[in-house]
């Protein structure tokens, strides 16, 4: 299960830890095991100091389609939750050293708002982001419903995230979300070019920089605990079930 996600360290990119996606017979769906080794590779991220930089990758065609819909029916008809997403949420929230992202078609509920925490997001023409968090009886999540608005507006923000809208890549990009659509042959190896770039400049400088940039994240990890308790919420109601089986029934 734990090679759903790989963590590698190319000798090509010094200083650069990937996180890849690698369950694409499932579009990348995110299980509980998948987030504890992401949890896992950003902590041992944070401490050591060969790593500088952290890029999240996908498979082509698609990033990820987002949680693994079958662990939400699991809670949704009497499972636990676990911590696991909650913890991948704080880890990701609270990284000390930069992280980015390339994008290639499907980015779905988590596999789009995971980006509003990366500090460079690529992604290919064909790119797709989507939230459809209400249309299955929940809420935003990742502290999304407080970055996206102030990212992109309330406007955009709602219809992302409460109208699940789609946005294509370059909406994405004039939104902000992303910083540059790049082919789609091109992604990964654009993506961690960046990445061996930032690993490249002055540590502390860089740290400074990215921290004054993003400022204090105590409000961004106040967010994210309040919406994972209307979250689990929502998991147990009447309403989230019925929408989870007649998604499983499709």
Do not use: W
């Amino acid at each position: 299960m734990t090679d759903h996600v790989l963590v590698e360290r190319p000798e090509a990119y010094p200083g650069v830890q990937v996180i890849r996606f690698n369950r694409p017979e499932k579009k990348n769906a995110i299980t509980r095991e998948m987030y504890a080794k992401m949890t896992n590779a950003l902590t041992v991220a944070g401490t050591d100091p060969a790593v500088r930089v952290t890029a999240f990758l996908g498979t082509p065609g698609c990033f990820s389609a987002g949680n693994d819909l079958g662990d939400f029916l699991a809670v949704a008809t009497g499972g636990s939750m676990g911590s696991d997403l909650l913890e991948f949420l704080r880890a990701l929230a609270g990284a000390t050293k930069p992280i980015v992202s390339g994008v290639d078609g499907l980015a779905i509920g988590i596999g789009t708002t995971m980006h509003l925490h990366c500090d460079l997001t690529l992604a290919s023409a064909r790119s797709l982001f989507k939230t459809p968090f209400v249309d299955l009886a929940l809420v935003p999540e990742a502290a999304s419903s407080l970055l996206a608005p102030r990212l992109m507006g309330h406007q955009r923000a709602f219809a992302l995230l409460a109208a699940g809208e789609a946005l294509e890549a370059g909406e994405a990009l004039s939104a902000g979300l992303i910083s540059k659509i790049v082919d789609e042959q091109a992604v990964e190896e654009e993506t961690l070019s960046l990445a061996a770039r930032l690993a490249r400049k002055p540590p502390e400088a860089l740290r400074i920089a990215r921290n004054l940039i993003r400022g204090d994240r105590q409000d961004v990890l106040a967010r994210i605990d309040e919406e994972a308790k209307h979250f689990a919420a929502q998991l147990k109601s009447a309403e989230a079930r019925a929408a989870f089986e007649a998604f499983m029934r499709r």
